[in-house]
Each structure stands twice: as C-alpha cells, then as structure tokens.
C-alpha cells in the first residue's frame, strides 16, 4: 500500500485519469471514467480488475473510498436495467459512498501503464513494435531462440497460473507477440507480423486448429491473470501524483 498524504475530489482524481489516458478519443464497449458517483473525498484508491461484488467489498473492507477497474459495468449490448446482480452490486458501491471508475480500452493500450506494456515488463519483453486496432498488439524478438516450454514456465512463474499451450509446440521461438484479456481472434494479425508464438488471455475452440495449420504457438494465459498489471500501474500512477494511498484488491478469476 502506498503512504498516504491527502486527499482529492472525484472530479481531481477523473481529471488525472483522463490525462493519462486521453479516454475520450475511444470508441469502446462501456463507458470509460467515472461509472457510479460516490458522496466523499478520497483518501484511499483501491484497483482491481472487475467490479465484482467480492472485489467491491474487498475495496470496502480496506477503507477505499474511489475504486478503479478494467471491467466495470454497462457494456453495450447487455439488459440495461438495475435488477439482479447488478442491483445488489449497486447497492453495496452506493451503501459504502464509493466512486467508480472503469477503462476498458484506453488501459489496454495504454503506451506505458497500458496492460500490454506491463504484462511485457513483467515478462521482460521490451515492446519492439505494434500493431492492430488502437496498436493493441505488442511483440518482441527475443535475443535468443526459445521454446513452447521456456516461455509457458516463464509465464506460469508470473502470471501464477500455468498457459495452456496450443499449436505447433516444438519449434523454436523468436518473435512473441501478445495481447491481453480476450484477444484470441487476433491470433491471425499476430501471425501476419512473423510472430512464432502469441500470448492472450483465453481460447476459442477455432484457435487451437489455427494455431497447429499456421505452424505457431498460443499461449492462453488467462483473461483475469494477464490484466493484473495495467490497473494496479494507473492506480499507483494516481497516488504518486495525487497524493493519495493506493491498494490493490485481488478477486482472483480461474478465467
């Protein structure tokens, strides 16, 4: 947890966030920034990466009075009415006073406290190049060759959980590229950039035989364990910069 030394308004700690993430210039699923206002100043920032109800009474539980996530509520498409889990999420986020916050998109890409760029430093890939939509797609070339082994241990050991490792497993590795979360899909673009291997999240029955015809390797590396990163960055990055103490609060998803 980091020291405390003040405290912000809602709106401060909106306007440091923005200027991070210049969040308005994505088109996204959700809306990005403040979801749900709360009736305090903030002290406390807790990060995480879903507005569950077990990550929000965790932020409660450490005194937080802001919380900012990589997956909040709203998302396009979804019933839109306050009824069911939603309804008792809301309730808990409006009985404690709490702010929410949520970036989908503007923290995925983010060039330095983005998921991609710290899931690379984590792993120790510096981001050689990008590409796809919003230059989601990070890679890197090894200064060695590696194999399906090496990388899938070197993953299990951070992300503590150990990939499922799909496609053409005994060739060797130079280019790795990766995108977090649910970027499985995108498997073909990592395959049009020379990559030998590709690290997401999750999996699609489809990307197994991709993965084996392309003569590549996927790592599936977990939705939740690959996003870890970016969240806990931004809320530190705010701290440091607002004055305010920062914690993060693990809902820990197998996904």
């Known amino acids: ?10 709106a401060e700690l ?15 699923y959700c809306p990005n920034g403040l979801q749900v206002e709360g009736d305090r100043p903030v002290a406390r920032l807790a990060s995480g990466v879903t507005a569950s109800r077990a990550f929000l009474q965790g932020a409660i539980d450490a005194g937080a009075d802001a919380v900012v996530v990589h997956h909040g509520w709203f ?36 060039a330095q406290l983005g998921n991609n760029a ?17 230059g ?16 899938g241990a070197a993953l299990a050991a951070r992300l503590r959980r150990v990939p499922l490792a799909v496609g053409a497993l005994g060739r060797p590795i130079r280019r790795i590229a990766w995108c977090t ?22 999996i699609a029955e489809r990307t197994t035989h991709l993965a084996r015809e392309a003569g590549v390797v996927y790592f599936a590396a977990g939705h939740h364990a690959t996003e870890r990163f970016g969240v806990q960055a931004l809320g530190r990055h705010a701290a440091e910069r607002l004055g305010i103490e920062h914690v993060f609060v693990d809902d820990e998803n197998p996904v």
């Open 1 to 10: 947890m980091d020291p405390a030394r003040g405290t912000v308004t809602a």
């Open 14 to 28: 909106e306007k440091c966030f923005e200027e991070v993430l210049d969040a308005s210039r994505f088109a996204d």
């Open 75 to 110: 998302w396009r498409g979804e019933d839109p009415r306050v009824v069911g889990v939603l309804r008792k999420r809301l309730r808990l986020v409006l009985g404690a006073g709490l702010h929410l916050f949520a970036y989908h998109l503007p923290l995925d890409a983010h």
């Open 118 to 134: 710290q899931l690379g430093a984590v792993l120790g890939w510096r981001v050689d190049g990008r590409a796809g939509e919003n």
């Open 136 to 151: 989601l797609i990070a890679w890197h070339d090894l200064p060695q060759e590696s194999g399906a082994e090496a990388i």
């Open 181 to 202: 979360g649910a970027a499985h899909d995108w498997l073909a673009q990592a395959i049009d950039m020379g990559a030998d291997a590709y690290v997401s999240g999750e």
